[in-house]
C-alpha cells in the first residue's frame, strides 16, 4: 500500500542503534538492452546498493537484529530478481507502525525511502509479505507519476496494487525454498515451511477464487470498474494476484519489468490500455513478455500486439 504522509508521521530514533545494523546488500547489475559493451572490453556488472535501516520501537517481541536479518534476506530474495540492469544506491529506513504497512512519498533527509510495517513479534512470515509488498512499490516507481502524493490513486492503481501483493506471493514462495538451505541464522533452521504455509494459506482464501460458474473475463469485466473507484478493493487485488503469479514464477527474471512501470509521468492518467502500453514500450525487449502476457490476461491482446508492431498510429492507446 501506498499512502502520502508528512514528515511529522515519521518518528525519530537513535542514529547508533541504526548503524549497528546497516547493512549493504550487493546485487549483480546486467546491463540494459540500450547498453553496449565496447569491442575486446570485458564490462563487469555494477552492484545496485542496498542500504537498510531498521529503526528501534515497538516490534513486539522481536528484536531489532533478528528483524533486520530477516527484512535483508527478504530484500535480497526479491531484488535478485529484480535489480538486473539498475545500479546506484537504494536506501530503505523499515518502522514499526500500527496503522497499516505503506511506503511514505516523502522521502527521509537522506533521501532514503520510509516504509512502516505492522508486523509483529516473530512472525516472519508476516514481515516478508509486507515488505516485499511495499518494495515493489518502490521498485515500480510508485513516486513517478503527475499529481503527486496528493494525487496518486488514479484509475490504474489498483493495477499496481495488484502486482505488488503479486510480489509477496512470489517471495514468501522463494522464501520457502531458499531458507531451507540458507537461512540467514541457525535460529532459523526449519522456518522456511512456514513461508510456503502461509502462501498456501493466503492463495486458499476463498475470496482469491472464481466464483463458481464465472469466467475471469466476466469477473473482470465486472470487477474493473470497481477497482478503478477505488483501488484498494483487496478482495479483488488478491483474486488478481493469483491469477498472474504464474507468469512470474514461470521466469523469475520477468520482475525486472516492474522497474520500467511509471517510467512516464503522465501513465497513469491514461486508460488502462495506455498505462500498459507505454509499460510495454518502456521495457527492453526481453522484458516485454510478462508485459503482453499480462495485457492478455487482462483483455487486451489487441493492444499488446499493436505495441509489440511498434505501431505508429496512437489511436490504439484510447480503445
Given at each position: ?68 536479518l530477516v527484512l535483508e534476506s527478504v530484500a535480497r530474495e526479491f531484488l535478485s530478481h529484480v535489480a538486473a540492469g539498475h545500479g546506484g544506491e537504494l536506501r530503505l529506513r523499515v518502522m514499526p507502525r500500527g496503522t497499516a504497512p505503506r511506503v511514505l512519498f516523502e522521502r ?164 488502462l490500455a495506455g498505462y500498459l502500453a507505454d509499460w510495454l514500450r518502456a521495457c527492453p525487449q526481453q522484458s516485454r513478455a510478462v508485459v503482453r502476457d499480462t495485457m492478455a490476461v487482462l483483455g487486451l491482446t489487441e493492444v499488446a500486439t499493436a505495441g509489440a508492431a511498434a ?9
Amino acid at each position: 500500500m501506498t499512502r502520502s504522509a508528512g514528515r511529522r508521521s515519521v518518528g525519530r530514533y537513535s542514529r547508533c542503534a541504526l548503524l549497528v545494523g546497516a547493512n549493504a546488500l550487493l546485487l549483480a547489475h546486467v546491463p540494459a538492452a540500450a547498453e553496449f559493451n565496447p569491442p575486446g572490453r570485458e564490462v563487469r556488472p555494477a552492484p545496485l546498493r542496498v542500504m537498510l535501516e531498521v529503526a528501534p520501537g515497538n516490534w513486539g517481541e522481536a528484536d531489532v537484529a533478528d528483524v533486520q536479518l530477516v527484512l535483508e534476506s527478504v530484500a535480497r530474495e526479491f531484488l535478485s530478481h529484480v535489480a538486473a540492469g539498475h545500479g546506484g544506491e537504494l536506501r530503505l529506513r523499515v518502522m514499526p507502525r500500527g496503522t497499516a504497512p505503506r511506503v511514505l512519498f516523502e522521502r527521509g533527509g537522506e533521501g532514503e525511502y520510509i516504509v512502516h510495517l505492522t508486523a509483529r513479534n516473530q512472525r516472519w512470515y508476516q514481515y516478508a509479505y509486507q515488505f516485499s509488498h511495499e518494495l515493489c512499490h518502490i521498485l515500480s516507481n510508485f513516486d513517478h507519476k503527475d499529481g503527486g502524493a496528493a494525487d496518486h490513486a488514479k484509475a490504474n492503481q489498483w493495477f499496481e496494487e495488484t502486482l505488488c501483493e503479486t510480489a509477496s506471493l512470489f517471495t514468501l514462495r522463494r522464501l520457502a525454498s531458499s531458507w531451507e538451505t540458507s537461512p540467514p541464522a541457525r535460529k532459523w533452521v526449519g522456518y522456511a515451511p512456514a513461508f510456503a504455509a502461509y502462501a498456501d494459506q493466503l492463495l486458499a482464501a476463498p475470496h482469491r477464487q472464481l466464483p463458481p460458474g464465472r469466467t475471469f473475463d466476466a469477473w473482470f469485466r465486472e470487477n474493473r470498474p470497481l477497482l478503478e473507484a477505488d483501488p484498494y478493493l483487496r478482495d479483488s487485488n488478491e483474486l488478481l494476484a493469483a491469477v498472474l503469479l504464474p507468469l512470474f514464477e514461470r521466469d523469475p527474471a520477468r520482475w525486472q519489468a516492474i522497474t520500467y512501470l511509471n517510467a512516464d509521468t503522465a501513465s497513469a492518467g491514461k486508460p488502462l490500455a495506455g498505462y500498459l502500453a507505454d509499460w510495454l514500450r518502456a521495457c527492453p525487449q526481453q522484458s516485454r513478455a510478462v508485459v503482453r502476457d499480462t495485457m492478455a490476461v487482462l483483455g487486451l491482446t489487441e493492444v499488446a500486439t499493436a505495441g509489440a508492431a511498434a505501431s505508429t498510429d496512437p489511436s490504439f492507446l484510447l480503445r
